[in-house]
């Protein structure tokens, strides 16, 4: 059986339990995002017991005082009232609640005894519940979370995201807009996981043609034979990034006090489970961001050759030596290619793969030399993916944005690497981003993450 | 016998030979930045054959034509032409020479050749050389680099560093200064080392009281043994911070046709050999920086015990993950710590480490909690050094830069990671590092960092 979560995603109605008028509470969030974003307007109930409008919209008392059906309910109320709410729910024939307030098996017996009775009442009722302690869901059609997106964070993308960390969520996808410029299909809090866990949402994942990468932060599995045995097929054909947090002693304690995550089984065994797996392990959040937005961006490569085009010397050392450390390979160029590339460098120079261009930059300029190298080099067959470094200098360069396009013309992974002054780094930075190119701040990651593509292409065949 | 570099470090006059009166080149950016930099401005001596005045300033046709005493002479010319140049700064009794420009040992059999010649005739003639095919240096008193360097851009600082690369060096400070807010108190840029090496260099840092903090980017250690042996001296009190490209063998081999650097004898071998010293080696470039800001700005740590406070407990989760792979402990708080934290959280929530302190800024807002979780902590006598995790988002919090005070006010170090809203985040990362604080982008390097430093302590005792 597929799991259906159609009134989480595509609810037809939706009320929303514990609106507030104070524009920093989350009740207020919450409606104000669902405001914007779901279409049917009039299909939106805020309820409140003591207030009678807000944002322009009538505000019910209760549940029962909406004549119409409703499909989602989303609350931000104190836990010990929510099992009376799933009564109603269950008269009004709810099909989902979203849980976004905190307060259950993560604060102890008390918070854990009302999470068992709300699991109860959710299959007795048979109502789907997501959460609690989280911050729902964004999707193209739909924001449910608390923190105030805007229209200028939201980006449609190809990545849908799976947070059990709250907080976390909400911050790893404000930074996902906002810094990297990277859409997603999806993003989901699911907290607790009362009902709703990781499997339902791989799962939704997997026959959801639009998402292309799946990222997934989990302080414990909840079903981990099912996880595996999902991700195993999911992996066929796309890549799943998975941050599992809790492997360490303290770090599983943190996990249990929040988000009351049991653990993995042995954290170790499930680990080197993961490392058996076609799974992407990262190791902490900057990874997490780095591996998600490469894959989202970048076609992948078709073998482990690659050229490091630099503007300096020491770059195409480091990033050898670093390329040493993983299954990469910076190939000798042949003859032909040497000869082509030739034509643009001064004739005391003969051009090598690392390929330190600041001779070729200061003849041509650093855009007109990069114009012909990228073409050279991919035309070649000889090059998988190049590992571009430049450097942020006044006399150097200006950069091009022209230089996306043929960046972006062959269906071969470019990441940049820029290092200098923060001013124009920023600059150019922003530039390639926007334009939907990747641009990290270490060349470890770099190579790191190339290496991540190329094992997931090669195990794809 | 001390090395004696004070001709390049305080001559009394400077003589340029190759400047130009295109802004775009090089011999224009070396004249503009001594002229602007070193006070004796009526002892800056431009040469060019085919000029009369540059910058206000007259120019001479050669050496010969100036009547007064030379120390340093910084040159920008072709290779080929300084072996003569040289027999002219012997009659003016010339103490030391800077090439700045390239084509020497890097290039082939023929820039050898000429490098040899100028090796040998430095030798004969007594004139420290520095350089080839390297940057010049930046203090507080002199900048010799020919990239512009502009007011806003230069900082006194503690740590004096040291790049064989020309173009690495130049790069790597300019972000230092416009990304880190990290002045420097010596910039080397040492290129191929035709004379003045990293030894000199080390045991000129080992005397300057003001150099706080030495890092090193070499492709090859000239005299290793004697370069260990200095180092053992220098980090008995300094951090030595090392980047050794060419470690492996496609990174030599670049490394080869970059510097002319032949090796550091076996380089895994030296690698080893400096594991076992109190040199702490960098992997690349971002490493680099992240290292030698940490240890030029934060106290050094007195243990290893570490207390994580997190906006999102999945910071805590990871960060206590990480710091297990180090020889970092997240001690447990004793009963009094807790009962004293306890009155700044929630009844139902009971403090722990790492701190998910959410709850507390809930009450008491960001600025507030943190004034007094922060003492608490420190003042305990139970926590060594904190990793604060906060997130940047518009419901959230307001960050008070009076927090950076708090920070400071117990010799203790503080690393701060924000993940979240990027205009947010680029805001008070700014205002953390402008202000002498430690901001980075994810939580491996924060942790790998103070490792090094309780590592870097701990021996120093």
Redesign the interface.
């Given at each position: 059986m597929q799991s259906d979560l159609s009134c989480f995603f595509h609810p037809e109605s939706i009320a929303i339990v514990g609106v507030s008028r104070n524009t920093?509470k989350?009740g207020y969030?919450i409606l104000k995002n669902v405001l914007w974003t779901f279409s049917n307007t009039e299909r939106i109930y805020p309820i409140n017991p003591k207030a009678t409008e807000i944002l322009g919209l009538k505000v019910f008392h209760s549940l029962k005082d909406i004549e119409e059906n409703i499909d989602l309910v989303i609350c931000f109320v104190t836990p010990k009232v929510i099992p009376a709410l799933l009564h109603e729910c269950n008269e009004k024939g709810v099909k989902g609640v979203i849980i976004e307030s905190a307060?259950f098996a993560?604060?102890?017996e008390e918070g854990k005894r009302v999470q068992n009775e709300i699991s109860r009442l959710g299959k007795e009722f048979n109502i789907r519940i997501w959460g609690g302690n989280c911050m729902g869901t964004i999707t193209d059609e739909l924001i449910t979370t608390?923190?105030?997106i805007t229209a200028d964070?939201r980006q449609k993308g190809v990545v849908s995201i799976v947070?059990?960390?709250g907080?976390?969520s909400?911050?790893?996808i404000?930074?996902m807009f906002?810094?990297r410029y990277l859409g997603v299909r999806t993003a989901a809090s699911i907290g607790n996981r009362i009902d709703v866990d990781e499997c339902d949402l791989l799962e939704h994942f997997m026959s959801d043609y639009e998402t292309r990468v799946a990222a997934f932060?989990l302080?414990g599995l909840k079903q981990p034979r099912k996880f595996l045995r999902l991700a195993k097929d999911f992996t066929k054909t796309k890549p799943l990034i998975c941050?599992l947090?809790?492997?360490?002693?303290?770090?599983r304690?943190?996990?249990l006090?929040?988000?009351s995550s049991t653990a993995h089984g042995s954290p170790q065994l499930l680990s080197n489970v993961l490392k058996q797996s076609k799974i992407i392990q990262a190791?902490?959040?900057?990874?997490f961001f780095n591996i998600m937005e490469a894959f989202a961006k970048l076609p992948l490569p078709a073998g482990n050759r690659l050229a490091i085009v630099t503007?300096?010397?020491?770059?195409?050392?480091?990033?050898?030596?670093?390329?040493?450390n993983f299954n990469i390979k910076?190939p000798q160029l042949s003859d032909v290619t040497t000869k082509k590339l030739q034509e643009f460098f001064p004739k005391?120079?003969s051009p090598?793969n690392?390929l330190?261009s600041?001779p070729a930059f200061e003849i041509h300029g650093l855009a007109k030399a990069l114009h012909q190298i990228i073409p050279t080099l991919f035309e070649s067959n000889e090059i998988d993916m190049i590992l571009l470094m430049i450097?942020?200098?006044?006399?150097?360069i200006t950069f091009d944005p022209a230089l996306i396009n043929t960046m972006k013309k062959f269906n071969k992974p470019i990441i940049t690497y820029i290092?200098?002054?923060?001013?124009i780094?920023k600059e150019w930075t922003t530039q390639i981003r926007l334009e939907g190119g990747v641009v990290y701040?270490?060349?470890?990651?770099a190579i790191k993450v190339l290496d991540h593509m190329v094992r997931f292409a090669s195990s794809k065949e």
């Amino acid at each position: 059986m597929q799991s259906d979560l159609s009134c989480f995603f595509h609810p037809e109605s939706i009320a929303i339990v514990g609106v507030s008028r104070n524009t920093t509470k989350a009740g207020y969030g919450i409606l104000k995002n669902v405001l914007w974003t779901f279409s049917n307007t009039e299909r939106i109930y805020p309820i409140n017991p003591k207030a009678t409008e807000i944002l322009g919209l009538k505000v019910f008392h209760s549940l029962k005082d909406i004549e119409e059906n409703i499909d989602l309910v989303i609350c931000f109320v104190t836990p010990k009232v929510i099992p009376a709410l799933l009564h109603e729910c269950n008269e009004k024939g709810v099909k989902g609640v979203i849980i976004e307030s905190a307060g259950f098996a993560e604060i102890g017996e008390e918070g854990k005894r009302v999470q068992n009775e709300i699991s109860r009442l959710g299959k007795e009722f048979n109502i789907r519940i997501w959460g609690g302690n989280c911050m729902g869901t964004i999707t193209d059609e739909l924001i449910t979370t608390f923190e105030p997106i805007t229209a200028d964070m939201r980006q449609k993308g190809v990545v849908s995201i799976v947070g059990q960390s709250g907080y976390f969520s909400g911050a790893v996808i404000l930074q996902m807009f906002t810094e990297r410029y990277l859409g997603v299909r999806t993003a989901a809090s699911i907290g607790n996981r009362i009902d709703v866990d990781e499997c339902d949402l791989l799962e939704h994942f997997m026959s959801d043609y639009e998402t292309r990468v799946a990222a997934f932060y989990l302080e414990g599995l909840k079903q981990p034979r099912k996880f595996l045995r999902l991700a195993k097929d999911f992996t066929k054909t796309k890549p799943l990034i998975c941050l599992l947090g809790g492997q360490s002693e303290v770090g599983r304690k943190a996990a249990l006090s929040h988000t009351s995550s049991t653990a993995h089984g042995s954290p170790q065994l499930l680990s080197n489970v993961l490392k058996q797996s076609k799974i992407i392990q990262a190791t902490e959040f900057g990874e997490f961001f780095n591996i998600m937005e490469a894959f989202a961006k970048l076609p992948l490569p078709a073998g482990n050759r690659l050229a490091i085009v630099t503007i300096t010397g020491a770059g195409g050392v480091i990033g050898a030596d670093i390329a040493a450390n993983f299954n990469i390979k910076i190939p000798q160029l042949s003859d032909v290619t040497t000869k082509k590339l030739q034509e643009f460098f001064p004739k005391w120079m003969s051009p090598k793969n690392p390929l330190d261009s600041w001779p070729a930059f200061e003849i041509h300029g650093l855009a007109k030399a990069l114009h012909q190298i990228i073409p050279t080099l991919f035309e070649s067959n000889e090059i998988d993916m190049i590992l571009l470094m430049i450097a942020a200098m006044q006399v150097a360069i200006t950069f091009d944005p022209a230089l996306i396009n043929t960046m972006k013309k062959f269906n071969k992974p470019i990441i940049t690497y820029i290092v200098g002054d923060n001013r124009i780094k920023k600059e150019w930075t922003t530039q390639i981003r926007l334009e939907g190119g990747v641009v990290y701040d270490d060349i470890n990651t770099a190579i790191k993450v190339l290496d991540h593509m190329v094992r997931f292409a090669s195990s794809k065949e």
